[in-house]
């Protein structure tokens, strides 16, 4: 178990297609987590940068550029790519820096402007990218991986596509209440029926759209946050960011096939179990002691997969843990509060920032019409292409 | 494009993988630079055909027309195909492939078995692109 830091301060912008750069939505983000820290700009010792790529210019960029925009002050900086897992590693990289003494107070910013439609991988002819094969070869979308998963839960475990769309239904109606939401209507089962098939079973309601966004973090020492007047500020206690164990067992985005396990044993668990039982465990916590959890619900079905990785239920139990209402407001651990990315869709560089601004707002209980009673302890989940595990467990 | 991964015709049309000679792990798509099992201190890769046979892990289609690099004619209205995760038994291992032409989601079962084929991926007037496809043995007996 390591120590803790402090959140400061939280702050988004908006989330849509908004048609402008993603410099633009990572300052906005970044004032307002400042303004809620009451610190400074220039009192940031250190600015951590989630990247994305500028113009297709062949970089990823981020740390200084949004020091450079907010105001060259000379803070230390850095950039991190790991893909959905950067804004994990990104607050990693921050916390790290402050529990090493490097600095007191970190901004830690993510943003994006996504393009329309599927994610496609850089151009060229790459074939020693997994990412570009995976579209040459096979034609094999994101939305294909989930699909492909969709229906193995329906085969292993019976979910049926409307335990799927209530999914949608759940997370739509705290998206409705989320002024930060892309989306913000309710959703019923019939109209996610109604959607069009994307990848068999999962149709569009199923699937989370590609968004513009932001969000920014302060995070400092606690020694710093009790001289500032946070004596009990909301703490994050772990970061999971663990690589996966040979031989990986369960296909993943971007391969075209799993590692083979007719030679060295699997692991107990898959990738995805590991990356929560990281966090767990550095947080010296379980399971039973969460009261709210922020998923990746890239598609519906794979939110009912995140609910036994984290181990809210057995293997098998998500979709009954769904109807029986444990994860909606007012259940025993509601998950995706904030809309999740059904109601926010994806800016990459952003989103696991946005969890952790979540979970931040429902611990501090400023999370207005959507804020679960007496929250705790929070936990948020995601996992990054290439092999990027990103868990963070927050607590108040 | 990916060079090696299948080989042979008709019957003797096989998916192709290396496995170390240190520790007999296989890998595909192939793997040449170095044996990627961790308590392996690396030996040589030498090729190996994959089992034929395998069973369906879970499957999908696309319904809407992917982006490049995956090639298709914007001109030709949009034909979805049918992807297929097999498991194969013996390599404990699971491939994704596109089904053969013609079969749809509606033909497939997780657990059903299929086997691999030739099949073209696309082709212009001077040059076709050969890849895999996945085909169910019911159908194709």
């Known amino acids: ?396 | 494009m990916v060079a090696n991964w299948f080989a042979g015709e008709g019957d003797d049309f096989r998916l192709l993988g290396t496995r170390c000679t240190a520790c007999a792990c296989v890998f595909f798509p192939r793997e040449d630079g170095f044996c990627r099992n961790p308590g392996c201190a690396g030996g040589e890769l030498a090729e190996v055909p994959l089992s034929r046979r395998g069973r369906v892990w879970s499957y999908t289609d696309g319904r809407y027309r992917p982006p490049a690099p995956y090639v298709s004619d914007p001109e030709l209205p949009w034909e979805p195909y049918t992807l297929i995760a097999v498991e194969l038994e013996a390599e404990r291992m699971v491939v994704l492939g596109q089904s053969v032409p013609g079969v749809s989601v509606a033909d497939l079962e997780v657990g059903m078995e299929v086997e691999v084929v030739q099949g073209v991926l696309d082709e212009d007037s001077g040059t076709t692109w050969t890849t895999w496809h996945w085909r169910p043995v019911a159908v194709g007996a």
């Open chain 1, 1 to 396: 178990m390591t120590a803790e830091v402090a959140v400061l301060g939280a702050g988004m912008h908006p989330w849509g297609k908004w048609g402008r750069g993603f410099v633009e939505y990572g300052v906005a983000a970044a004032r307002a987590a400042l303004v809620d820290a009451g610190v400074g700009w220039r009192d940031v010792g250190s600015i951590v940068g989630a990247d994305t790529v500028r113009g297709g210019y062949p970089g990823y960029v981020a740390g200084a550029t949004f020091a450079k925009a907010l105001g060259w002050q000379g803070a230390r900086v850095a950039s991190v790519y790991a893909a959905c897992a950067s804004g994990a590693q990104a607050i990693n990289t921050a916390r790290t820096q402050i529990l090493a003494g490097m600095a007191d107070v970190v901004l830690v910013v993510g943003a994006d402007a996504a393009p329309k439609g599927f994610f496609r991988p850089a151009g060229g002819d790459r074939p020693d990218d997994p990412d570009w094969l995976r579209f040459r070869v096979l034609g094999a979308t994101n939305p294909a991986y989930f699909g492909l998963y969709a229906r193995r839960r329906m085969a292993v475990h019976g979910d049926t596509l409307e335990d799927f769309a209530q999914v949608k239904v759940k997370n739509a109606a705290a998206g409705a209440l989320n002024a930060n939401a892309r989306y913000r209507k309710t959703v019923t089962a019939e109209e996610v029926a109604a959607s069009a098939v994307v990848a068999d079973p999962l149709r569009l309601l199923d699937i989370c759209a590609t968004s513009d966004g932001a969000a920014a973090l302060v995070l400092s020492s606690m020694e710093f946050a009790r001289r500032h007047g946070a004596a009990d500020p909301v703490r994050i206690r772990a970061v999971s960011t663990v690589t996966p164990t040979y031989p990986t067992t369960v296909l993943d985005l971007p391969d075209i096939a799993t590692d083979s396990a007719a030679v060295v044993a699997p692991a107990d668990g898959t990738f995805r179990a590991s990356i929560a039982r990281a966090a767990y465990e550095e947080a010296g916590i379980g399971p039973e002691d969460i009261s709210l959890a922020e998923v990746y619900d890239l598609s519906t079905a794979l939110e009912l997969q995140w609910y036994e990785d984290l181990e809210l239920c057995g293997e098998g139990e998500g979709a009954k843990l769904l109807r029986d209402g444990v994860t909606a407001p007012g259940g025993r651990v509601p998950v995706n509060t904030s809309g999740g990315l059904a109601s926010f869709g994806e800016a990459v560089p952003a989103q696991a920032i946005a969890q952790v601004c979540e979970v931040t707002w429902q611990l501090r209980g400023t999370a207005g019409a959507r804020q679960i009673e007496g929250a705790r302890v929070g936990v948020t989940a995601n996992q990054g292409l290439f092999g990027h595990g990103s868990s963070v467990v927050a607590v108040r």
